[in-house]
């Protein structure tokens, strides 16, 4: 499979047929890639049968390989996250749990988000079938209520009365945005200490990530937070 630090990497999923090698791809992980095209990441899904090609060492068997055949139902080759429903990004329309509380699958509301406080972990969860979605870790979110008067621009629109979620995975080098500085009001990483400003989209204040924190918007549908839209930049990072 696609490690999530390959998520900004072209990729496809495996097909019968494809010889295979190692590759670097400059995000801190190696992954596999066809010899007629180096540059795209081969993601080798669930259930998929690998064969030497060669010689019979461990060296050769990692160097090159063919893929016999996807023992997968229902595989989008276009798509590797289709596979499993549950690495699927958030979609509109779908409710939010806790990460702690997920075997009860309770949709969170917005009373259970207390105004100013430290933000809570999310997963999103599709209410058709009570899906959660936390068969990647990149659809971590963590959600918070601020008063919606200090919001600023395109971050008073995706808040749902004053609620706000974003990615839980910093764009620098992957930790979870877990600290929150009550005082000023400011996430923080605690691997690197990136800052960002939740008031202002997400925008990134100091530290060495890249970028602001991606948004998921939220509205308030039947006493329920809900998604209103994806994701406004892709989740995850790039390690060089």
């Excluded at 549950?86 to 969170?108: I, N, Q």
């Excluded at 877990?178 to 923080?188: G, S, Y």
């Amino acid at each position: 499979m696609c490690d999530y630090s390959l998520q900004s990497i072209r990729s496809r999923a495996a097909k019968v047929g494809d010889k295979l090698v190692t590759k670097g791809f400059g995000t801190g992980t190696r992954g596999f890639a066809s010899v007629t095209d180096p540059t795209t990441a081969v993601c080798v899904l669930p259930g998929t049968e690998l064969a030497c090609c060669g010689p019979s060492t461990r060296r050769d068997f990692l160097a090159t390989m063919s893929v016999l055949g996807l023992q997968m139902a229902a595989v989008s080759a276009a798509i590797p996250a289709a596979a499993e429903p549950a690495s699927e990004r958030p979609k509109e329309g779908d409710f939010l749990v806790a990460v702690e509380s997920t075997s009860a699958k309770s949709a969170l509301e917005p009373q259970d988000i207390p105004p100013d406080a430290a933000p809570m972990f999310a997963w999103p969860m599709d209410p058709a079938g009570n899906l959660v979605r936390d068969g990647s870790r990149l659809n971590k979110v963590l959600v918070l209520r601020l008063d919606p008067v200090t919001l600023v621009g395109d971050t008073r629109n995706r808040a749902a009365d004053g609620i706000l979620a974003y990615s839980a995975i910093c764009p620098h080098a992957g930790c979870d945005v877990a600290v929150w500085r009550a005082d000023a009001k400011l996430l923080e990483c605690p691997c690197h200490a990136s800052h960002f400003n939740p008031r202002q989209a997400g925008a990134l204040i100091d530290g060495p990530a890249p970028r602001d924190l991606p948004a998921l918007p939220l509205k308030i549908a039947d006493g329920k937070l809900v998604v209103a839209k994806p994701f406004t930049s892709r989740p995850g990072f790039i390690q060089g």
